[in-house]
């Protein structure tokens, strides 16, 4: 599969075609199909938030992952804020995307490593 905005609509329209449910974390349980759509945001917010248009076009809810720590972007910034409520206030959820990597070298007081 490419990796475009063309072939992600694509994979919505095939995925519907199928009879799959499209569907979030909380209410997949009751459905006999479907698919849970997830993306973890790794470098751009804004990025993100063209995707969670794309699928605000297609009538599609989503849960977008972030950061705390990344050298890509500051989630604290006024502007991620405002993108990562733009992607809410379109109906997707949000949540946060852990990458324990950051932390493998993280101590408390008496320098215990605690991951």
Do not use: P
Not at 35 to 58: G, P
Not at 90 to 97: F, N, R, S, V
């Amino acid at each position: 599969m490419q990796f475009t905005y063309h072939a992600y609509k694509d994979l919505i329209k095939r995925l519907r075609s199928k009879q799959y449910e499209l569907v979030g974390y909380t209410d997949y349980e009751s459905k006999d199909q479907c698919a849970i759509l997830r993306h973890d945001v790794d470098i751009s917010i804004d990025k993100a938030l063209e995707l969670a248009t794309l699928e605000h076009q297609e009538n599609v809810k989503s849960t977008y992952f972030f950061l705390l720590n990344t050298d890509f972007y500051n989630i604290a910034a006024k502007g991620s804020i405002e993108n990562i409520w733009r992607i809410h206030d379109m109906g997707h959820e949000i949540g946060l995307h852990f990458d324990e990597t950051k932390y493998t070298d993280f101590t408390f007081g008496g320098g215990q490593n605690i991951f």
